[in-house]
């Protein structure tokens, strides 16, 4: 998901919309804005994509200095408008409104607790379990106090944007695994998944929220806290460089752009074959490809073009609307692809679907070798903390070794960049690798039911 906070701008909420126009890749299914007047807060949250859902007239209704926003991912496979965010809620302390990106992995635990216990749930987001926490605390403790006390009951993945009591507040999980970036306006301050989104508004970005901290912003300035004292080991998700962020983003210390463009590299280090040409799975192995094209000295071409009209087609949760998609959407050039020995670049094979749809337009446009390349090590192991990976059957990787998921994609060869290759080129090594390794930063074993 996508999520954006303003402070302290009469253009709060216009401002927040554009951010969300910016973060659109990061979730396409719905998406919401909320805006807080001083006293109560006015919302729009519909289905749809952010150029659909805005109009001037809903944007209007929508004042005061403080907004927040937030566009929807599905990481189970459910829709239902009543799970569009940014969830708004009265409590003693007056309007409260919370946008989410992430995956709470004790969410179930205290949910079924709090129903025991006779609290009401009218959607099934993380967002309205973190409310009732909220709720219960305020009884006996002070707003700051209480949302700093649930940020040490919820464990898993979550950033998050919260407005209340004329306040903005900014939380981080204590892995950091989910980005939030912070920047700043000539009037206020603003929160964002992705610094693209600070771009677009003119913010310039101070820093990232770091891992488990929360950032209180009001009339009297900023205030920084870590209620779970300060973080060891933090665990970004290294997925957001391979694939999910965009990658005019800086995030987690570096420019994605570099960092897909290094894995390229690396994987043309690693994997080195001889062809005519290389191309990019477009847009996801792009970045990767023009890495692999300079290191490899293989000429990069555009030998698939993308339509732009059809979504990001992994986004759909159906399969059979996925292999639809993956043919409407790209189409080989022909007099570029015949005859010719071809590596294709692309970030990540996770079902296989995309990489053998590609390999049999490429053979059917007359390619003589085509030389598969991934610029992630296989994708092994699902993911709990908000990506939507399926489930470990559902793997490839999981359930083959690689000479068969060539044979499975009908590559003539097939290379992986090695999870030691990918680490080279990263900052540090205190990222999540789990979907690669199996070895999970945050204990999930609340949410396996098997
Ligand atoms: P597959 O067909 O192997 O299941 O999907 C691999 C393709 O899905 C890659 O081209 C990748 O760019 C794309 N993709 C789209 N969304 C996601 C996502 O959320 N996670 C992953 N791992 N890949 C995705
Ligand atoms: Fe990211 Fe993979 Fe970790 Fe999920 S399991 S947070 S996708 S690195
Ligand atoms: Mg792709």
Redesign the pocket.
């Known amino acids: 998901c996508a999520i954006a906070g303003v402070y302290g701008n009469h253009e709060a909420a216009n401002l927040v919309y554009l951010c969300l126009y910016a973060l659109q890749h990061r979730g396409q299914q719905g998406t919401g804005i909320a805006a807080y007047d001083g006293e109560h807060i006015n919302s729009e949250k519909r289905e749809g994509l952010v150029a659909d859902v805005y109009t001037k007239k809903r944007l209007k209704k929508l004042h005061g200095k403080i907004a927040i926003g937030h566009n929807r991912y599905p990481t189970d496979g459910v829709f239902s408008t009543r799970n569009l965010q940014p969830i708004i809620a009265e409590l003693p302390i007056g309007d409260c409104a919370l946008a989410y990106n992430g995956n709470l992995i004790n969410a179930f635990k205290i949910r079924r607790q709090l129903i025991q216990d006779g609290v009401i749930f009218s959607t099934g987001t993380d967002s309205e379990t973190i409310m009732h926490l909220l709720a219960k605390r305020l009884k006996n403790e002070d707003f700051i106090t209480a949302l700093s006390n649930v940020m040490t009951q919820i464990t898993g993945s979550y950033s998050m944007v919260f407005m209340a009591d004329n306040k903005l507040i900014a939380m981080r999980d204590p892995h950091g695994v989910r980005p939030l970036a912070m920047g700043m306006m000539k009037d206020g301050y603003v929160f964002v998944s992705e610094t693209v989104a600070l771009d677009l508004i003119d913010a310039h970005f101070v820093r990232e929220v770091e891992p488990g901290e929360m950032v209180v912003v009001d009339a009297s300035g900023v205030k920084s806290y870590f209620p779970n004292g300060k973080v060891e080991n933090p665990a970004p998700c290294v997925?957001e460089h391979v694939?999910?962020a965009r990658p005019d983003s800086f995030m987690f210390g570096q420019s994605v752009y570099e960092v897909r463009k290094g894995f390229g590299k690396m994987l043309a280090k690693e994997c080195p074959v001889d062809a005519d040409i290389v191309i990019p799975?477009p847009d996801?192995g792009i970045t990767a490809t023009i890495g692999y094209s300079e290191e490899s000295k293989i000429p990069f071409e555009l030998g698939i073009i993308r339509n732009h009209y059809v979504g990001?087609?992994?986004?759909e949760p159906s399969q059979n609307i996925r292999d639809f998609g993956v043919r409407v959407k790209l189409n080989p050039v022909r007099n570029l692809i015949k005859g010719k020995k071809i590596v294709v670049v692309?970030?990540?094979?996770?079902?296989?679907?995309?990489?053998k749809k590609i390999v049999k337009l490429l053979r059917d446009a007359g390619a003589k070798e085509i030389h598969m390349r991934i610029s992630a090590p296989p994708?092994s192991y699902p993911c709990y903390y908000g990506?939507?990976?399926p489930t470990k059957k559902e793997l490839i990787s999981n359930t083959h070794t690689e000479d068969e998921i060539r044979r499975f994609i009908g590559a003539d060869t097939l290379g992986y960049i090695s999870l030691e290759g990918m680490k080279k080129v990263l900052i540090d090594n205190n990222f999540c690798f789990a979907c690669f390794t199996g070895q999970y930063p945050i204990n999930p074993a609340d949410l396996i039911e098997d």
């Open positions: 997925f694939y999910f799975v996801s990001r087609t992994f986004i692309d970030d990540s094979i996770v079902r296989g679907t995309t990489s994708t990506i939507d990976t």
